[in-house]
Every structure is written in structure tokens, then in C-alpha cells.
């Protein structure tokens, strides 16, 4: 099937009109098996853009609010609708995101966007509920060496943290969802081996503690294709009428196999992936945990097998080709753009 430079304006037009949230909401109202096993058959696969986050967080560059807000709005005219732009963390430890609510009010402009923002406590959901953010990713670790390192808590101690942000959150009124992303799922180099029973111990106690969605996050590349679909499949086992809430891959490609593993994910029925333009990120507190899935890369694999992510991959090609200039002396990875597209694709830049 040839590539889809550009996602059908059918589609772009659905996702800007419709709730994003809507098929979220419905499987948790609903208990029909036959709803889940649907949606993880859909042709439509979201990919995420956290590069704003998850990439500015792990370089030295700090980007000014006027590139960050090119950046998106860039995103968004390429088609992309779920956009991960910052987090709210003292800006003393994380200079490069210290814009983060600047970056939400300009994302809220934008019809159809889905801003999302890392918050790592209580104090970070306020900031999240109080500009209105559309979701906020609480980060539990399984690994307990982890956790301590990333957050100073303990990964129960997490889970008690999202009860009180659930009860703070509808105390509000607001409708950021909440989405728990499963840090070092596969693996830790901090731990070593990461137990599967403890991944999916841990996604239980997000539910009952209040979670809306749920990820698994191989935050320092360890995993691999056959560990990836094992884990998904347990998990969707062991979640039950619940287990279209794990609906998110997060894959980093320290060792050359994000795409593999984004494979693995989409084999047994997950439609959402972060992904990072250029390949830019990691986590300050995972020795070695380098680079996420390049966003180009993702889109191009994507496409060329038929599925329908709703991104212009030639308007996606243009920007990274800006972040580049940006980020000029950072690392950045991407094959797509490294080796361009095939010849018989008529892509120009």
C-alpha cells in the first residue's frame, strides 16, 4: 500500500469535531468486551507528540517560548492532535519547561488539540487542573530503585498520590483525565529485572486509586518484541472489562528497537504511541535511558502499512527540519530522515 503523505481531511476533520476523549469515556461507562476488542482493531492510530516534554527535558538547549510555540502550532498544522508540551516540575530542576502554562493557553487555542502535561505530585495536578490542561500523565515506576531516584517516593506511595489528585480533580469540577504512564515496565537499570506480576499489581492499584488511562513505558530501552507483546497481553488479561484503559506504548530506542516493540503493541491491539520528533529525549533519573521513538519514523511505518494517523508526514518532515536548526548541536536520531523516503514516494522538502 503506498504511503500516505497526507491523512485524509475526513479524518482530521472527525478529530477536530469530536471529543478526543470520547471513545475513552465510553469504554468506561461500558462493559462490553466487544467495544474493546473493536477499538483495538481500529485502522486509526494516534501518535503522540512528547518531544516538548519528554525531549527538551533530557538536553542542555533551553528553547525559547516563541520556538516552543512554533513548535506546536507546526504539530498541529501537520495533523497532529495529542501533543505532550511540558510539565509541571520546580523550574530550578527543570529550567526547559518552566513555560508549561504558557505552552497549555496556546495549545487550548487550537480546535481539537489534546495538550497534555507530566505532573509528578499533587502540587503539579493544581497547576495542571488550574490551566485547564486536557490530561495530566502521573508517572509510577515499577521499579522501586526508580522511583526513589525520579520522584522520592515509593510506587505505592504514587498510587496514594493519585487517589488525592482524583478527589482534588472532580472536587473541581475539571475534566483533565487522568493518565498514569507505567515507568520501567520492561526493565530498570537502575533495579535490573522488573517483576510482570508488580507491572500489573501496579495497574490494578492505578484504577481502584482513580487512573482514566493507562500506559506501559520502556523508559530505558530493554525491551524487546516478544517481552512487549507478552506484557500487553497479560495486562489486557488480567485488566479485564477495564483493559481498554491501557491504551498507550511508550517506547525508547536506546538499543534500535522502539519501532520493533511499537510493532509488537499495535499486533495485539494498542493504537496510541509517544513519540519524539528527532528522536530527542530520555529520563534524568534512568542512567542510559536515551532517545524516544523518532516521530517521523513512527508516522512513516504507519502509514506505509496502511494505517491512518491523520499527520502529513511531508509537514512533519519541514518541522523537525526547523527543530534541527534549533537543537543544532544536540543528538538527534531518525532514519526517515537520515535516509529520506523511497524514490517512488513523491516527498519533497
Aim: proline share 4%; hydrophobic share 45%.
Amino acid at each position: 500500500m503506498p504511503l500516505l503523505l497526507r491523512g485524509s481531511e475526513e479524518s482530521r476533520e472527525s478529530l477536530t469535531q469530536q471529543d478526543p476523549f470520547n471513545h475513552i469515556t465510553h469504554i468506561h461507562h461500558s462493559r462490553s468486551l466487544t467495544l474493546l476488542q473493536n477499538l483495538r482493531m481500529s485502522n486509526h492510530v494516534i501518535v503522540r507528540e512528547v518531544g516538548l516534554r519528554d525531549g527538551l527535558q533530557s538536553i542542555k538547549t533551553i528553547l525559547p517560548t516563541a520556538q516552543k510555540l512554533e513548535w506546536i502550532s507546526a504539530a498541529y498544522a501537520a495533523g497532529q492532535r495529542e501533543i505532550e508540551v511540558g510539565s509541571f516540575v520546580p523550574a530550578r530542576l527543570l529550567p526547559q519547561l518552566a513555560d508549561t502554562a504558557e505552552l497549555v493557553a496556546h495549545a487550548k487555542t487550537l480546535p481539537g488539540l489534546v495538550a497534555s502535561v507530566l505532573v509528578p505530585n499533587f502540587k503539579g495536578a493544581e497547576r495542571a487542573i488550574e490551566v485547564g490542561a486536557d490530561a495530566m500523565l502521573i508517572p509510577v515506576s515499577a521499579s522501586s530503585a526508580h522511583s526513589a531516584a525520579n520522584v522520592r517516593k515509593t510506587p505505592d506511595e504514587m498510587i496514594a498520590a493519585i487517589a488525592q489528585i482524583r478527589t482534588a480533580r472532580d472536587a473541581a469540577g475539571s475534566k483533565t483525565i487522568i493518565e498514569v504512564g507505567m515507568s520501567t515496565a520492561f526493565g530498570c537499570t537502575i533495579q535490573g529485572d522488573v517483576s510482570e506480576d508488580e507491572v500489573i499489581r501496579l495497574l490494578h492499584a492505578a484504577l481502584d486509586a482513580g487512573a482514566e488511562r493507562l500506559g506501559l513505558a520502556d523508559t530505558v530501552g530493554y525491551a524487546d518484541p516478544a517481552q512487549v507483546r507478552r506484557l500487553f497481553e497479560k495486562a489486557f488479561r488480567a485488566l479485564g472489562t477495564q483493559s481498554g484503559k491501557l491504551c498507550c506504548g511508550h517506547f525508547h530506542d536506546t538499543r534500535g528497537l522502539a519501532l520493533a516493540n511499537t510493532l509488537a503493541a499495535l499486533d495485539v491491539g494498542v493504537r496510541r504511541f509517544d513519540a519524539s520528533l528527532a528522536g530527542i529525549g530520555g529520563c534524568p533519573h534512568a542512567p542510559g535511558a536515551s532517545g524516544n521513538a523518532a516521530s517521523e519514523d513512527t508516522v512513516f511505518m504507519l502509514e506505509r502499512m496502511g494505517y491512518d494517523t491523520g499527520i502529513d508526514l511531508t509537514v512533519l518532515l519541514k518541522l523537525r527540519q526547523r527543530v534541527a536548526v534549533w537543537l543544532e548541536g544536540e543528538p538527534l536520531r531518525g532514519a526517515v530522515w537520515r535516509a529520506g523516503v523511497p524514490k517512488s514516494l513523491s516527498l519533497s522538502l
